[in-house]
C-alpha cells in the first residue's frame, strides 16, 4: 500500500482563485511529521510547509496553508490567490522518525495556473 | 551560506563507466540522503546516512554506493552505469536523524539543485 497517496495527477486553475492539492497519507505511528515541497519547471525541490503530528493547529506559511485532519489521515495543501508562478509540480510527503530516517514522497500533483 | 550543493550539475556517461556524485552541506545537518527523480516516480531513496559514519539502504540501492565522508558531505557512486540509471539525482539534508521528530524546520529536508544524468 502508498504511504502518501496524491489523488491529482494534473490541475488547471485560474489566477488569483484557491487551490487544493490532495493529500492522504498511510501510518500506524503517533508521531510524524507531513510535508509540502514544490518543484518548479527549473527542477530545484523547494521546501512549502510542514506540520506534526502532535502540532494542534494547522499549519500556515504566506499563501499556504495545511487543511491538517488526523482521523482521516489528510493533509492537503491549500494556496490562497493563486499566482502564475504557482504553476509547478508538488509533493506530498511524510517522515516517521521512530520507524526510520526516511521521507516518503508522493507522485505529485502537477499544477498549471492560468492567466 | 551556501545550504547544499552538487557536483556536477549535468553529465552523460556510457553504459559501464564509473563516477561520483559530490554532495555536500554547510547547515551543519545530521542527515544527508540520495534520490532519484524519474518521470511519473515522484523521489525515490537510494541511501541514507543518520550521522557521521552511518550509511543505510533505501529503496532502490541496487547499483549504488555511499560515503559520508564527514558531516559535511556524501557522495554517491556508480560503479558501472546502466541506462536504467538515467536519472535527475537530488541530494538532500537535515538537521535531525532518527528517532525525533523536533518539529518545523528541524525535521524538513533540505534540497540540492540535481544532477541530471544520462547513460547511453
Known amino acids: 500500500a502508498q504511504k502518501i497517496t496524491q489523488t491529482q495527477p494534473g490541475m488547471f486553475v485560474q489566477e488569483k482563485e484557491a487551490v487544493t492539492l490532495d493529500c492522504t497519507y498511510d501510518?500506524?505511528?503517533?508521531?510524524?511529521?507531513l510535508f509540502w515541497y514544490k518543484q518548479p519547471s527549473s527542477g530545484e525541490m523547494i521546501f512549502l510547509i510542514y506540520?506534526?503530528?502532535?502540532?494542534?493547529q494547522n499549519a500556515t506559511e504566506g499563501r499556504y496553508s495545511l487543511n491538517f485532519q488526523k482521523a482521516r489521515k489528510s493533509a492537503n495543501l491549500v494556496i490562497s490567490a493563486s499566482q502564475l508562478g504557482d504553476s509547478a509540480m508538488y509533493f506530498c510527503?511524510?517522515?516517521?522518525?521512530?520507524?526510520?530516517?526516511?521521507?516518503?514522497f508522493g507522485k505529485g500533483t502537477r499544477l498549471h495556473i492560468l492567466p | 551560506n551556501a545550504g547544499v550543493t552538487q557536483t556536477p550539475k549535468f553529465q552523460v556517461l556510457k553504459t559501464g563507466q564509473s563516477m561520483t556524485l559530490q554532495c555536500a552541506q554547510d547547515?551543519?545537518?545530521?542527515?544527508m540522503y540520495w534520490y532519484r527523480q524519474d518521470p511519473g516516480m515522484g523521489l525515490r531513496l537510494i541511501y541514507y546516512?543518520?550521522?557521521?559514519?552511518?550509511?543505510d539502504k533505501g529503496e532502490v540501492p541496487n547499483g549504488y554506493n555511499v560515503s559520508r565522508l564527514n558531516k559535511r558531505e556524501f557522495s554517491l557512486r556508480l560503479e558501472s552505469a546502466a541506462p536504467s540509471q538515467t536519472s535527475v539525482y537530488f541530494c538532500?539534508?537535515?538537521?535531525?536523524?532518527?528517532?525525533?521528530?523536533?518539529?518545523?524546520?528541524?525535521?524538513?529536508?533540505?534540497f540540492g539543485p540535481g544532477t541530471r544524468l544520462t547513460v547511453l
Open positions: 538532500a539534508s537535515s538537521e535531525v536523524g532518527e528517532g525525533l521528530l523536533a518539529g518545523g524546520s528541524r525535521d524538513t529536508q533540505y
Open positions: 501510518t500506524s505511528d503517533q508521531s510524524y511529521g
Open positions: 506540520q506534526g503530528s502532535y502540532d494542534e
Open positions: 510527503a511524510m517522515r516517521e522518525p521512530y520507524r526510520d530516517d526516511k521521507i516518503i
Open positions: 547547515m551543519n545537518h545530521n542527515s
Open positions: 546516512s543518520a550521522s557521521e559514519g552511518t550509511t
